[in-house]
């Protein structure tokens, strides 16, 4: 018989992963303990934007017209337990209040409310990104708790998608991680992967603490790349480079590589920041942290491009924000999503405004978390509108929308023709011939 697949919470990861999996074919059940969620997704809609998800939610989930059925949702644990061969664990890990550490109360807890409830064989896979040595303690507690026993196994599975791309990062992935103590948990996860891996993404075992490591490990490596180029955009502001054409130069060597060497004012969201934080804390739990001071570079290099960021605007207006009209375009943490978590621009944004400048941000898909983060700043419902009788323009998050204004038409509307590109994707000679005063960061100012 074909494996019946649990998702244990659905926010971003779990949802996406649900669906994915009734994609593959299997039978899916989708938990979360809030009861709202259940219902939101059970009627085929996605709380969250993510390009292309509520269309494959809506392909199969029971009780949708025309779909396969073969995806329902619930917030019962017993049903749950009952149910499924191959429990997935998608819960967030979000740092903790105050401190670089992350909370893991939500994965012990689902490990704690699902195991009592696992009488026959079943395989419990973690996605969430968590410490180092987590696997191995939630293996021990899994054991303990589940009437099965040992026939309760633990296996870790790291989920590497992108915000924007989850659906083809989840389906067609670049590599599948397992950590696995057993033949038979190694098994099923092929058995679950089996149309990934026959597509040709490498399928890669090892023990639990690699397979943890191997995500906070990529996401250092990847925040690291853009400090790294970051730090360049300072060294070209104050020796008159270009960090555009440099990025391109390197990017030709194949041992670097073009992707993660743009520019800007830095990475934000809900994983890159918190994970080389988490990290960090971990590493100096376990007496290494020697190993990853360079990482506290990363992350200072990283919250400096916000502070240049609003330094050179104030500069543009005139050295003090009070009475300038501030438009910002992009609230969200990158394109193509409504995620506002850690975001750089509405950092920059919230700055600006608790200097007394007056702003007004657009965003095409973050208005509303926007809205709900930092209520008392201003918005306004199109570019256009938020540009109307601006002192200056910040473009701070590189929607597509955003390169395809014409400078033309919004140098009529604001009040002075002065833009900083905070993302690098506009066109200098586009808008300097539509007479803007144009800068971007780590580029020469004419
Ligand atoms: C990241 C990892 O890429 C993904 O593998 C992991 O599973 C979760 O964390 P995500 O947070 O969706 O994914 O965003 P990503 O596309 O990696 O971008 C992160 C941040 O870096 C964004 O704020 C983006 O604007 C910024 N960034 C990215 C840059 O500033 N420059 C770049 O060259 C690339």
Redesign the pocket.
């Given at each position: 018989m074909a494996l019946r697949i649990t998702v244990i919470g659905t926010g971003y990861l779990g949802a996406t992963h649900a669906a994915a999996m009734a994609e593959l074919g299997f039978e899916v059940l989708g938990l979360d303990v809030v009861a709202e969620k259940v219902e939101t997704l059970s009627a085929g809609r996605v709380p969250f934007y993510e390009p292309g998800l509520e269309e494959l939610l809506r392909r199969h989930v029971a009780g949708v017209a025309g779909s396969t059925g073969r995806l329902r949702f619930t917030t019962s644990w017993e049903e749950v337990g009952t149910f499924g061969d191959v429990h997935f664990v998608c819960v967030n890990t979000p740092q903790k209040q105050g401190e670089y550490a992350c909370d893991m109360s939500y994965v012990d807890r689902a490990v704690d409310s699902l195991a009592p409830h696992l009488t026959r064989p079943a395989l419990v896979v973690g996605k969430s990104?968590v410490p180092v040595g987590s696997a191995e303690r939630l293996a021990r507690r899994l054991t303990e708790l589940a009437p099965a026993g040992e026939a309760a196994e633990l296996a870790w599975n790291?989920?590497?998608?992108?915000?924007?791309?989850?659906i083809e990062?989840t389906l067609r992935p670049d590599r599948i991680v397992v950590g696995v103590r057993s033949e038979r948990a190694e098994e099923l996860l092929r058995e679950v992967y089996a149309k990934p891996i026959a597509e040709g993404s490498p399928f890669v075992v090892t023990d639990f603490p690699t397979a943890e490591l191997v995500?906070t490990a990529?996401?250092s490596f990847?925040?690291t790349?853009?400090s790294f180029?970051?730090a360049m955009a300072e060294v070209c502001e104050t020796a008159g480079g270009d960090v555009v054409k440099l990025?391109e130069a390197l990017g030709h060597d194949d041992r670097i590589g073009r992707?993660?060497?743009?520019?800007?004012?830095?990475?934000?969201?809900?994983?890159?920041p918190k994970?080389i934080r988490a990290f960090m804390a971990r590493a100096g739990e376990l007496g290494a942290d020697q190993a990853l001071t360079f990482l506290r570079e990363v992350d200072s290099i990283n919250m400096r491009?916000r502070s240049h960021m609003v330094d050179l605007a104030r500069e543009t207006v005139g050295g003090a924000f009070l009475g300038q009209r501030v438009a910002v375009l992009g609230a969200t943490?990158?394109?193509d999503?409504d995620?506002v978590r850690?975001?750089?621009a509405l950092n920059v944004a919230g700055q600006i405004h608790l200097q007394g400048g007056q702003v007004t941000v657009y965003d095409p898909k973050g208005m509303e978390n926007a809205r709900r983060v930092f209520p008392t700043l201003g918005y306004a419902e199109s570019a256009l509108d938020a540009v109307r009788g601006a002192d200056v323009v910040l473009h701070l998050?590189?929607w597509r929308e955003f390169r395809e204004l014409d400078p033309q038409v919004l140098g009529e509307a604001v009040a002075r023709r002065r833009v900083l590109d905070g993302?690098n994707t506009l066109d200098p000679v586009l808008w300097r011939k539509a007479g803007w005063s144009f800068r971007a960061l780590g580029r020469p100012t004419a």
């Amino acid at each position: 018989m074909a494996l019946r697949i649990t998702v244990i919470g659905t926010g971003y990861l779990g949802a996406t992963h649900a669906a994915a999996m009734a994609e593959l074919g299997f039978e899916v059940l989708g938990l979360d303990v809030v009861a709202e969620k259940v219902e939101t997704l059970s009627a085929g809609r996605v709380p969250f934007y993510e390009p292309g998800l509520e269309e494959l939610l809506r392909r199969h989930v029971a009780g949708v017209a025309g779909s396969t059925g073969r995806l329902r949702f619930t917030t019962s644990w017993e049903e749950v337990g009952t149910f499924g061969d191959v429990h997935f664990v998608c819960v967030n890990t979000p740092q903790k209040q105050g401190e670089y550490a992350c909370d893991m109360s939500y994965v012990d807890r689902a490990v704690d409310s699902l195991a009592p409830h696992l009488t026959r064989p079943a395989l419990v896979v973690g996605k969430s990104t968590v410490p180092v040595g987590s696997a191995e303690r939630l293996a021990r507690r899994l054991t303990e708790l589940a009437p099965a026993g040992e026939a309760a196994e633990l296996a870790w599975n790291p989920e590497f998608l992108r915000e924007g791309f989850a659906i083809e990062d989840t389906l067609r992935p670049d590599r599948i991680v397992v950590g696995v103590r057993s033949e038979r948990a190694e098994e099923l996860l092929r058995e679950v992967y089996a149309k990934p891996i026959a597509e040709g993404s490498p399928f890669v075992v090892t023990d639990f603490p690699t397979a943890e490591l191997v995500k906070t490990a990529a996401n250092s490596f990847l925040a690291t790349k853009i400090s790294f180029i970051n730090a360049m955009a300072e060294v070209c502001e104050t020796a008159g480079g270009d960090v555009v054409k440099l990025a391109e130069a390197l990017g030709h060597d194949d041992r670097i590589g073009r992707k993660f060497l743009r520019a800007g004012i830095g990475f934000g969201g809900g994983c890159l920041p918190k994970d080389i934080r988490a990290f960090m804390a971990r590493a100096g739990e376990l007496g290494a942290d020697q190993a990853l001071t360079f990482l506290r570079e990363v992350d200072s290099i990283n919250m400096r491009r916000r502070s240049h960021m609003v330094d050179l605007a104030r500069e543009t207006v005139g050295g003090a924000f009070l009475g300038q009209r501030v438009a910002v375009l992009g609230a969200t943490f990158k394109p193509d999503s409504d995620d506002v978590r850690d975001s750089p621009a509405l950092n920059v944004a919230g700055q600006i405004h608790l200097q007394g400048g007056q702003v007004t941000v657009y965003d095409p898909k973050g208005m509303e978390n926007a809205r709900r983060v930092f209520p008392t700043l201003g918005y306004a419902e199109s570019a256009l509108d938020a540009v109307r009788g601006a002192d200056v323009v910040l473009h701070l998050t590189e929607w597509r929308e955003f390169r395809e204004l014409d400078p033309q038409v919004l140098g009529e509307a604001v009040a002075r023709r002065r833009v900083l590109d905070g993302r690098n994707t506009l066109d200098p000679v586009l808008w300097r011939k539509a007479g803007w005063s144009f800068r971007a960061l780590g580029r020469p100012t004419a």
